[in-house]
């Protein structure tokens, strides 16, 4: 069996993380952008591609690279850094536990997981 890390950023890692400078920008997974709870990075990779796109392609107050990182800090990150901050209560043996009992018993418990898996992105929003 073949096991796939998906690599995600730790809430510790925001304050420092860049995501452009100089010539060079971070898109998509290179740049960490994945939900660390759903693992989704797929809209994130699509999204930091517009926002290279729009600081490359139009006018703006700064370069960009310095615009593109403001626009992943203020759009993607925060969204991000709130997914890592949840997981840390969410992986672990008890917490595991009681979900998976509470999604065999319950079927708003399964609705509710259902859109925070799917829906996280426009529940944070
Ligand atoms: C098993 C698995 C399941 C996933 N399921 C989901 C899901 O259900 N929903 C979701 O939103 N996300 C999911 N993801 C995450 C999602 O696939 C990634 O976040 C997303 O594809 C990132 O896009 P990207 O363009 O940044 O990188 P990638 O899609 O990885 O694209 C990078 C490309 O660059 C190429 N490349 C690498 N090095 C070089 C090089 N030196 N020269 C030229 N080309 C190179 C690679 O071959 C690849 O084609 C999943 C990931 C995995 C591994």
Excluded: C, N
Aim: proline residues 6%; aromatic residues 8%; positive net charge.
């Amino acid at each position: 069996m073949v096991l796939v890390a998906i690599p995600s950023l730790r809430v510790e890692d925001f304050p420092d993380e860049r995501a452009a400078s100089g010539r060079w920008m971070l898109l998509g997974d290179a740049g960490g952008l994945v939900d660390p709870l759903t693992r989704e990075g797929i809209f994130f990779a699509l999204r930091s591609a517009q926002l290279a796109v729009d600081a490359l392609t139009r006018r703006h107050h700064t370069d960009p690279a310095t615009q593109y990182h403001a626009a992943i800090a203020q759009e993607i990150y925060p969204e991000l850094q709130m997914a890592a901050r949840l997981k840390r209560g969410f992986f672990h043996g008890p917490f595991t536990r009681l979900l998976i009992d509470a999604l065999e018993r319950s079927a708003p418990v399964r609705g509710l997981m259902r859109d925070l898996v799917g829906a996280i992105s426009r529940i944070t929003r």
